[in-house]
């Protein structure tokens, strides 16, 4: 068996063990509480990605360079990038992983940048032009519904946004709040972006009407689902296939506008550009470790030449226009909008 297929039997069986999340959270206790050496084997990564995917790559590098130390300390993506504002080219870091794009141009000036990275081999929308980090994945978003609950209501599935608004439906969507979840900012960026602000705006105030629950979480949707709370979720794409896969009875839907999608980063701190283990590690995440994901987590394509397949992963996804989806400050001036 390859390595890879090993990765992804691993993978499967964390997923039906009844214990994984309990093994998850001594795993994230564990590598947060790695304290940091400054040994030139030694890689620090800064993560906000998901404990699977963390803990998928982090064996994948551990095996593949025996030779290092290398060690991850999960941070969520504003934590993350507040600290390595305030922590500069000081930083224990070496490496920034899993870092939103609007953060990561946030935190531009702690970043070194990356001339010897050949930019062409990434899928040309996610490439950042400042070349001070490189896509890592594209999180695409999409409309998921529990078809048994739907039959049981006896109602349709909805084809459209203003679908949503029937009142049929009321009750039975769960959307997350864009003020804690990117997620949920994605679908509100991507209506301004179709409808003009206003529009858009007015929209979500009539949808509020049949949400079930805001939830805090961009994953709260997708499992309001399984749970049977709600019979429809706008939630990640990779999370309902996850699901889907696991036998629940849920279909993934996109509507006219695209399916909303954010850029997730991998960059490295100022001045640790020069550490032979800092650089094989950043090529091995920015080419292989895409791979990996690709193959194991999130199917969207970020890699030219390589496209992963995904037991029922949705296959040419039409992206959303998410133009100045990396502007903060307009996202701040929009959440101060939002009500709920």
């Not at 050496?37 to 030694?42: H, R």
């Not at 695209?258 to 032979?276: A, F, L, T």
Request: glycine fraction near 8%; include cysteine.
């Amino acid at each position: 068996m390859t390595s890879l297929g090993r990765m992804s039997a691993i993978v499967q069986s964390m997923r039906r063990a009844a214990a994984a999340v309990a093994a998850l959270l001594a795993l994230a206790l564990c590598l947060s509480g790695c304290a940091a050496s400054s040994g030139e084997n030694t890689v620090v990564i800064y993560s906000s990605g998901e404990g699977m995917r963390n803990e998928a790559l982090l064996k994948a590098l551990h095996e593949e360079f025996p030779q290092y130390d290398i060690r991850l300390h999960y941070l969520s993506t504003g934590n993350n990038a507040a600290r390595l504002r305030t922590e500069g080219s000081d930083s224990e870091a070496d490496i920034v992983f899993a870092l939103e794009g609007g953060y990561a141009r946030q935190i531009a000036d702690t970043l070194a940048d990356l001339p010897d990275v050949d930019m062409s081999i990434y899928v040309e929308d996610l490439v950042d032009p400042t070349r001070k980090t490189v896509p890592f994945t594209r999180e695409s978003a999409c409309i998921a519904v529990n078809d048994e609950l739907l039959r049981e209501k006896g109602l349709p599935v909805p084809e459209s946004y203003e679908d949503l608004l029937d009142p049929q439906y009321k009750g039975l969507i769960s959307m997350a709040n864009p003020k804690t979840s990117g997620t949920a900012y994605n679908f509100l960026k991507n209506l301004v972006n179709v409808y003009g602000e206003e529009e858009a705006l007015a929209y979500f105030d009539k949808l509020a009407e049949n949400v079930y629950q805001f939830t805090s979480s961009g994953s709260g949707p997708i499992n309001a689902l399984v749970q049977g709370e709600a019979a429809i979720g706008l939630g990640l794409t990779f999370q309902a296939v996850t699901e889907i896969n696991q036998g629940v009875p849920l279909s993934i839907h996109f509507f006219e506008e695209g399916s909303p999608w954010d850029v997730y980063s991998i960059g490295i701190i100022e001045g640790k550009q020069d550490r032979q283990a800092v650089l094989d590690v950043f090529n091995w995440l920015a080419t292989e470790g895409i791979r990996l994901d690709n193959e194991l987590f999130s199917a969207d394509q970020v890699l030219r030449d390589f496209k992963g397949e995904i037991e029922n992963y949705p296959s040419d996804i039409v992206y959303a226009d998410m133009t100045g989806i990396t502007d903060l400050e307009e996202k701040e001036r929009l959440l101060k909008e939002w009500k709920y």
